[in-house]
């Protein structure tokens, strides 16, 4: 409210909001308490608000056309509060830009509104389980599921990034329009908020397409304890069809002997100078930067008092058809989302030793995407653990609140509200003491206009992941400054020695 106020000089002259600091902040050493209720209640208000000004729109336009037929009988008269009009309707505070102002600041509100109740819904919320009743109920009325997921999917109209080319396309786009004249643009949550709804949903319905109820307790599956009472919905709707999928193709992680580990020469890099040039170094081992397939980097980081770090660099999905020789792909997403052992964490897990890493030595991971999620299971893994101290981990545009926060690691996430990737998680990040979110609209706040359509390529991309970051630490949080600090604890400061080592991995 504040920056847009100060977004105009004293005479009423608009100015440049498009450089607005406007990052939710959520867990970490700096959490803030949000009364939810609140900011529903300045919601209504401001939607009240903008009524009031839309009917003075429309008063003062049609007391322009009035004085426009009455001109004739006393010009100057008439002139002079057509003049009067025209300010009062399109002037620096007039009724159309009041108007453009309040919907900005609602549809900005309400976003956040919308984010706060995903969280404390995630936080007290408990989906049911698996169970015999559920289990029968789907196996005769399977279609109440179906009504029920397509019903929140419902939710993301906007369809962000879709340009029909085939009758079937045309047709899926024509329900999405009608989808938003039915909710209408501005009570839409963002999609990434939406899917994680839908997402919920279908996991709570999908879990009872396999007979969990009669699997007694934890068991281990690749090396991997699973524990069937820890998992979300949508992990127990995954897990099985990944099983059969390794039971079918023989494609399943084993190890590194299975995976084949190519290492370019290493090469000097410069240390980044803070949080959002971290974030940027992500574009380094990705395709679109000249990096090969299947890429990841290790950095080892030589501080000035002889201490050495690394820097462990995670790209995101590259191969959409799962199971072939890339191991950026769908068969690691699914299986790193359902808490299983993949081929990224296992050739990751083997970069780090070829590297040289030594036990008690800090290890900070980044990843975009996929990367965060391997990320999070590279941190979480107990034999990891046992040889590396994975200190910090940053993530980027990655859907991983329903993963443990790793013990020991501190861990940054950063999301973008209109991101679908992030929402396919189906549940908001825990805010707790090691775990920081900072979670951006690229639809409002930011951009200087308001935007109820935005792309994947806009909403997950690294360039504004990396804005985003920078947003974080100039707002200032105490959250985002602590993780920044610690972050360039192993990343190193402005002089330190930085070696760059390329490892492509490649399926046997």
Do not use: C, K
């Not at 897990?349 to 995407?369: I, N, Q, T, W």
Request: proline share 7%; charged share 20%; glycine share 10%.
């Amino acid at each position: 409210m504040t920056a847009l106020l100060h977004s105009h000089d004293a005479d009423g002259a608009t100015g440049d909001t498009r450089h607005r600091t406007s990052v939710h902040v959520r867990g970490g050493v700096g959490a803030t308490r949000v009364d939810v209720g609140e900011l529903l209640a300045i919601d209504a208000l401001l939607d009240g608000l903008r009524g009031e000004v839309g009917h003075l729109e429309s008063t003062l336009s049609a007391a322009r056309r009035d004085l426009a037929l009455d001109a004739t009988w006393s010009p100057v008269l008439a002139a002079a509060a057509e003049s009067a009009v025209e300010d009062a309707l399109d002037g620096g505070w007039g009724a159309r830009r009041l108007g453009e102002e309040v919907f900005e600041l609602l549809l900005s509100l309400r976003h956040a509104r919308l984010l706060y109740e995903e969280a404390e819904l995630a936080a007290r919320a408990r989906p049911p389980g698996p169970s015999l009743i559920g289990f029968l109920r789907m196996l005769v009325m399977p279609h109440e599921a179906v009504f029920a997921v397509a019903d929140r999917l419902t939710l993301v109209g906007r369809l962000p990034g879709w340009e029909p080319t085939t009758a079937f396309g045309h047709a899926v786009d024509a329900l999405g329009e009608i989808v938003n004249a039915v909710h209408g643009d501005d009570d839409l949550p963002p999609d990434g908020i939406a899917l994680d709804v839908a997402v919920r949903e279908l996991g709570e319905h999908g879990q009872n397409v396999f007979p969990w109820f009669l699997v007694p307790g934890p068991f281990v599956y690749d090396g991997r304890e699973i524990d069937p009472a820890a998992l979300t919905g949508a992990q127990r709707l995954v897990i099985p069809v990944v099983a059969a999928f390794h039971a079918l193709t023989g494609r399943r992680p084993r190890g590194a002997d299975d995976l084949t580990l190519t290492v370019s020469p290493p090469r000097e890099v410069p240390a980044p100078p803070d949080l959002p040039a971290v974030v940027d170094s992500l574009h380094a081992i990705h395709q679109d930067h000249g990096a090969v397939p299947g890429t990841l980097e290790v950095r080892r980081v030589e501080h000035a008092d002889g201490t050495r770090s690394w820097v462990l660099l995670l790209p995101s999905t590259q191969a959409m058809v799962p199971g072939g020789r890339n191991p950026v792909d769908n068969l690691t997403n699914v299986e790193t989302y359902g808490g299983m052992v993949s081929d990224v964490e296992i050739g990751a897990a083997e970069a780090l030793r070829l590297a040289g890493v030594r036990p008690g030595e800090a290890v900070a991971v980044v990843g975009f995407s996929q990367g965060g999620l391997a990320a999070m299971r590279l941190a979480a893994d107990p034999l990891v653990r046992l040889r590396y101290s994975i200190t910090t981990v940053v993530t980027a545009g990655s859907p991983v609140g329903h993963l443990p926060t790793p013990a020991g690691t501190e861990v940054l996430h950063l999301e973008h509200l209109e991101d679908p990737f992030v929402g396919l998680d189906g549940t908001s990040n825990p805010a707790e003491d090691a775990r920081t979110t900072v979670s951006r609209s690229l639809g409002t706040g930011t951009t200087g206009l308001t935007r109820l359509e935005v792309p994947p390529s806009d909403s997950h991309s690294i360039s504004e992941y990396t804005r985003t970051a920078r947003l974080a630490v100039d707002a200032g949080e105490r959250s985002v400054a602590h993780l920044a600090e610690r972050l360039a604890d192993v990343t190193g400061a402005p002089g330190a020695r930085v070696t760059a080592t390329r490892f492509t991995l490649e399926r046997g």
